[in-house]
């Protein structure tokens, strides 16, 4: 029997690979050993163009020396401190810079150490802050079809991809789902966000008749919905959406896991739509990926809801081991400071034009249905073939990182685009130029 000590050999077979195919993978594995602002570099020394921010999280570009620094000199000082009744001064400097950052008053900060968790922390405050007032039959949450809220049971519920879903039971009980915003009849090749879809939103409407006001306690969506490929709101639909919302009063959640820390040219989508949800979930970007972290940022009436009874009691029973990581928290300080200082949110605007110019030369080729643009990402639908849905996508992704040497994100059929906000000119037209041969050869 091996003990502790003996040499365990690294030979792929005991880490299940998350969301991958794990056979597949193991056959032709794709193997990352290191990273540097726009690049990450194979072990065997092959530098491969950072297509997706990673994992649509490392907006400043990897390995920044003022990150990896911050982190550094935190693990020296102060490796952790308990979440509960302790904190550290950097937590409460981060949540003050994130309050600040964020538009009207979204200043209540709440931390977890992931997208998922961000979600269902939300969802969470959501029922209890309907219970608190009082309100305590607002106990349904509504998502939105093709949606994606991580894999907590609560994001799983009002999530509505189906392959997240269908194998793991019923879920939570009185969920129900808004329409799915995207039309291929009305929105193809669509730069921005498209003419077509903002009457959508009134099928809360639809929602409200059917259950009542007085049972729902929240809707949440992505502003962009990122995981399912890139869908940007239709015009005018986020605005209708909180004014039915504030007419029934039904809180609304923004999830920008994906769109916060200036994916779409601002700190957070929240700030580019000029619509202010009543709880906001980040993650990712916070960080640029360094150190896991996420959070949700609460208006000022939902936390005072809370502040009532002896000040000795907790007000809300939630909490994670790691929030508000003292790591975390200087990555993020240190993340923060470089969206400022090299004003990446502001270059991310003047990359938009840019990057929807260069994706809209794939259409026209074999395969290609659809190309979706928004703020620095691009989403590209693909034809299925009859006999295996999802492998077209699958080998332009293989392809891409093996010969291309570039890194491109898939989901189902369509591939997603969305480089760190460091990403040049230049190395813009070189990552659609590499991704249309590896269209081109996959055909």
């Known amino acids: 029997m091996p003990t ?4 365990i050999p690294n030979d792929q077979e005991a880490f299940w690979l998350p969301f ?5 993978f193991k056959h032709a594995p794709r193997l990352i050993a290191r990273a540097k602002d726009m690049h990450y570099v194979t072990p065997d020394g092959r530098a491969v163009l950072d297509g997706i921010a990673g994992l649509w999280c490392c907006n400043a570009g990897h390995n920044r020396d003022p990150i990896v620094a911050a982190i550094k000199r935190q693990a020296a000082e102060l490796d952790y401190a308990p979440a509960f009744q302790f904190a550290h001064p950097k937590s409460f400097e981060l949540a003050g810079r994130l309050a600040a950052l964020a538009p009207a008053d979204l200043n209540r900060v709440f931390f977890c150490n992931s997208g998922s968790e961000a979600v269902d922390t939300a969802l969470k405050i959501a029922l209890a802050y309907h219970n608190v007032r009082g309100d305590g039959a607002r106990t349904r949450l509504i998502g939105r079809e093709r ?13 509505g991809i189906v392959s997240n879903r269908k194998v793991f039971g019923t879920l939570l009980a009185g969920v129900d789902h808004l329409p799915a915003t995207y039309s291929r009849e009305h929105q193809a090749f669509t730069k921005g966000e498209p003419d077509w879809g903002g009457h959508l939103a009134d099928e809360l409407e639809r929602i409200v008749a059917l259950h009542d006001a007085s049972t729902i306690a929240a809707v949440i969506i992505e502003p962009m919905a990122g995981s399912t490929g890139v869908l940007p709101p239709p015009k005018g639909y986020l605005e209708r959406l909180r004014a039915i919302c504030d007419r029934h009063g039904i809180l609304l959640i923004f999830d920008e896991v994906i769109t916060g820390f200036g994916r779409l040219g601002a700190a957070f989508a929240a700030e580019r739509y000029g619509v202010t949800p009543d709880l906001l979930c980040f993650a990712k970007g916070v960080t640029s990926g360094a150190v896991p972290m996420g959070g949700v940022i609460a208006r000022e009436h939902i936390y005072d809801a809370f502040m009532r009874g002896p000040e000795h009691v907790i007000e809300l029973f939630h909490g994670y081991t790691y929030s508000a990581h003292p790591l975390a928290c200087a990555a993020g300080l240190a993340a923060l400071d470089l969206y400022r200082d090299e004003n990446l949110f502001e270059r991310a605007k003047t ?13 026209g080729l074999p395969g290609v249905l659809d190309v979706r643009t928004v703020g620095v990402a691009a989403g590209i639908d693909l034809a299925s073939r009859p006999d295996a849905v999802g492998k077209r996508a699958y080998e332009i992704m293989a392809r891409a990182f093996h010969d291309e040497d570039l890194l491109v994100r898939i989901a189902g059929e369509t591939l997603a685009i969305a480089p760190p906000l460091i990403v040049s000119e230049a190395q813009i037209s070189e990552i659609f130029e590499k991704l249309k041969r590896a269209v081109r050869a996959v055909a």
């Open 351 to 363: 990359l938009e034009p840019l990057v929807a110019e260069a994706a809209m030369t794939l259409k």
């Open 4 to 7: 502790a000590t003996a040499p």
């Open 147 to 159: 949606g994606y809220h991580g894999v907590g049971f609560g994001g799983m519920s009002v999530g």
């Open 20 to 24: 991958t195919p794990n056979r597949a």
